[in-house]
Nanobody, 117 residues
């Protein structure tokens, strides 16, 4: 399984950050699979953000729940992240990964997103 993040590297404060993760070598609808977004600000640890399961159920980090949503496009074998009202504190490397609950077996390479005017 391979995952590839895509999206803008620069987002202005108060705007919405949108990222896609394209999956190859496996279907996002395979029974019991789950797909997560995780981020890492520079010099800090990993932060789990959200997960979407094989049946389309979504779960979000409580600290981000008011600003975050995940969706998927099964035809493209992609899942997506939207994070609204971003601030410079949302600057991080964003990763998509296969798995949930701190157990991930495949990761994308990560994409740097900077929030700045």
């Amino acid at each position: 399984v391979q995952l590839q993040e895509s999206g803008p590297g620069l987002v202005k404060p108060s705007q919405t950050l949108s990222l896609n993760c394209t999956v190859s070598g496996g279907s996002i609808t395979t029974f019991n699979y789950a797909w997560s977004w995780i981020r890492q600000p520079s010099g800090k640890g990993l932060e789990w953000m959200a997960v979407i399961t094989y049946d389309g159920s979504t779960y979000y980090s409580p600290s981000l729940k008011s600003r975050i949503s995940m969706s998927r496009d099964t035809a493209k074998n992609q899942f997506s992240l939207q994070l609204s009202s971003v601030t410079p504190e949302d600057t991080a490397v964003y990763y998509c990964a296969k798995g949930r609950a701190r157990t991930y077996d495949y990761w994308g390479q990560g994409t740097q997103v900077t929030v700045s005017s």
